[in-house]
């Protein structure tokens, strides 16, 4: 199993990128995947409590994106996860490029 980065390494990554650089670029400064950049920035630059519009903006700039055809995302009866547009109508979603089911 890989060792947990400490949290001097996240606020360094996360401080890299409030200065300019973009998440690839402070990955690869601090040699952390590209991945694990944006998810400490997401994470841990987010002020207040979830809701339901910052719900459906993660679902259509980092979820969907990374969702392959014919996937099937679960999602839990936290009350962000009803906002409007996150379930959306099914028949117009498979025009769109969020080709997996989204299911309550």
């Known amino acids: 199993m890989a060792k947990a980065y400490s949290a001097n390494m996240r606020e360094r990554v996360i401080g890299r990128v409030e200065s300019g650089a973009s998440r690839p670029e402070a990955a690869e400064h601090y040699e952390v995947s590209p991945s694990t ?15 339901g519009e910052r719900f459906l903006a993660y679902v259509e700039r980092r979820l969907a994106p990374t969702l392959k055809r014919n996937e099937i995302v ?6 962000a996860h009803k906002a409007a547009g996150v379930l ?13 089911q989204i299911f309550a």
Do not use: K, Y
Request: aromatic share 8%; charged share 20%.
């Open 37 to 51: 950049a944006a998810m400490w920035v997401m994470c841990f630059t987010i002020d207040g409590a979830m809701t």
């Open 74 to 79: 679960t999602i839990d009866n936290f009350p």
């Open 88 to 100: 959306g109508n099914r028949s117009a979603r498979r025009d769109t490029s969020l080709s997996a």
